[in-house]
């Protein structure tokens, strides 16, 4: 089992209106408020990875371009001779 941690939070009225309606009779309004922040903290990591993924990608971006520019040079070359 997860330790849990007891916090206090000042939300608006209409903040803890929406929550108690997700959390219906089943449900606390911690176990709401949990997932919720749960699912946006991963969202925020996940978008994190892809930033660095994508920085990385970039950095290579121009010699990767290049490279394909020759494969496809190559390739037009090998579709001329096979024409004869």
């Known amino acids: 089992m997860k330790t849990k941690m007891k916090t206090s ?12 309606r997700v959390a219906g009779k089943k449900r606390s309004r911690s176990a709401v408020i ?9 969202h ?10 994508a ?7 121009d010699e990767l371009n290049a490279e394909m520019q020759d494969v496809l040079a ?3 070359l090998d579709h001329l ?3 004869r």
Not at 9 to 20: A, C, Y
Not at 44 to 53: K, L, Q
């Open 9 to 20: 939070l000042t939300l608006s009225r209409e903040v803890v209106r929406g929550i108690d």
């Open 34 to 42: 949990d997932d919720v922040l749960r699912g946006y903290l991963s």
């Open 55 to 61: 920085k990385k990608i970039n950095r290579f971006a």
């Open 44 to 53: 925020r990591e996940r978008a994190a990875a892809n930033a660095r993924d």
């Open 81 to 83: 001779w096979e024409e």
């Open 74 to 76: 190559y390739q037009s």
